[in-house]
């Protein structure tokens, strides 16, 4: 489903990737962990179209991602839950959840309000409150039901667990969890590294903008090396 290969990115005088390839599988849900300012959202970030390649590839099925604008990245079905939820705070959920389908674009449609509503049933309660006024539980799981609306192809999700109650993570982790078995395919950046290895089937961990380490979730998750270096630490970008 997606393939990126030899990614690099300069921002702000920032040398951000350098020389990434990683790929995942359709119905994969691959997580992406390292620490503080390793590249892990300007990757997700790059794949959006948010932030230009200076050179290297991304591809998504049969289409050359590498040069194209959010909204064509979006019209494809590349669909982010950016960091920090971004939801509409003047809206409704509602409004919120029906903007999401205009990401379509012709597509056809995999899930409707009803769907989200089945993975959160209080957004189905709150459907007539403006987003602003929701917990920030309750805005992630708005986030995640806003790009289920555009039918992805591919879902970025960049932290769904931050700034959240544990019992929150819980129930946003129960959600994931149900996609996985409905076959999405889903690339994760997670600050809770050992959380994301439970979700995921494969993970690649960056450091200084490089791929470090790849893998089957299940060995990094048992690497002593790995849970040393990465599972300890707060890996938040």
């Known amino acids: 489903m997606l393939d990126i290969s030899d ?3 300069h921002y702000d005088g920032i040398h951000a990737l350098r020389g990434v390839s990683l790929n ?11 620490p503080n300012g390793a590249g892990k959202s300007t990757l997700i970030n790059a794949v959006s179209g948010l932030v230009p390649a ?23 079905g590349v669909l982010q839950v950016p960091e920090g939820r971004q939801v509409f705070s003047e809206m409704t959920v509602l409004e919120n959840l ?3 389908a205009t990401a ?22 709150r459907s007539s409150q403006l987003a ?20 992805p192809k591919l879902l970025l999700l960049d932290e769904p667990s931050l700034g959240l109650a ?8 129960a959600a994931l969890k149900k ?31 490089r791929i470090v380490l790849s893998g089957d979730s299940a060995d990094l998750a048992a690497d002593e090396g790995v849970v040393a270096h990465y599972l300890g630490v707060d890996a938040e970008e």
């Open 104 to 125: 379509l674009h012709g597509r056809p449609r995999d899930a409707g309000v009803e769907d989200v509503f089945e993975l959160f049933p209080i957004l189905e309660e």
């Open 7 to 9: 990614l690099e990115v």
């Open 179 to 209: 996609l996985k078995e409905q076959g999405m395919t889903i690339l994760l950046i997670e600050q809770n590294a050992t959380l994301a290895l439970e979700l995921s089937n494969r993970a690649y961990i960056l450091d200084q903008g």
């Open 132 to 151: 602003g006024s929701l917990s920030g539980g309750q805005q992630q799981m708005l986030a995640i039901g806003r790009a289920l609306m555009g039918s």
């Open 98 to 100: 029906q903007l999401g």
């Open 166 to 173: 544990p019992v929150v993570i819980s129930q946003v982790f």
């Open 54 to 76: 200076a050179s290297g590839a991304i591809r998504v099925g049969n289409d050359d991602l590498t040069r194209f604008k959010p909204w064509t990245v979006s019209a494809k």
């Open 24 to 34: 995942v599988g359709t119905g994969e849900v691959v997580a992406l962990i390292g």
